[in-house]
């Protein structure tokens, strides 16, 4: 497994922009899909995005789409969620997540391991 660490968050205007970053250690980075989540105060965690190991194929929540753009560098073992055009709607705590082997394509939660720690991000409006 891989352990996770995310930064970047922060409290940005409605508009505005902030770039995420997970970074992650251990030398099997690489066989993994990353996803992002977010989990609003007193709501369930959610799907946002999730890219392959290759980089060449990515998935977004609806809600995101068009927004955000989930990226990484395989020889950095880093994975990034820019966020465009925030809405005070986006506000939540940011978790990056390996996608277990063999669920590529799911959104469930259930299907992601090595969770990081969380980062906050807040839009204000």
């Known amino acids: 497994q891989v352990q996770l660490v995310e930064s970047g968050g922060g409290l940005v205007q409605a508009g505005g922009s902030l770039t995420l970053s997970c970074a992650a250690s251990g030398r099997t980075f690489t066989h993994y899909a990353m996803g992002w989540f977010r989990q609003a105060p007193g709501k369930e965690r959610e799907f946002v995005a999730v890219i392959h190991w290759s980089g060449g194929v990515t998935y977004y929540t609806d809600s995101v789409k068009g927004r955000f753009t989930v990226s990484r560098d395989n020889a950095k073992n880093t994975v990034y969620l820019q966020m465009n055009s925030l809405r005070p709607e986006d506000t939540a705590v940011y978790y990056c997540?390996?996608?277990?082997?063999?669920?590529?394509?799911?959104?469930?939660?259930?299907?992601?391991?090595?969770w990081g720690q969380g980062t906050q991000v807040t839009v204000s409006s």
């Open positions: 997540a390996a996608q277990a082997p063999g669920r590529w394509g799911s959104r469930v939660t259930a299907h992601f391991q090595s």
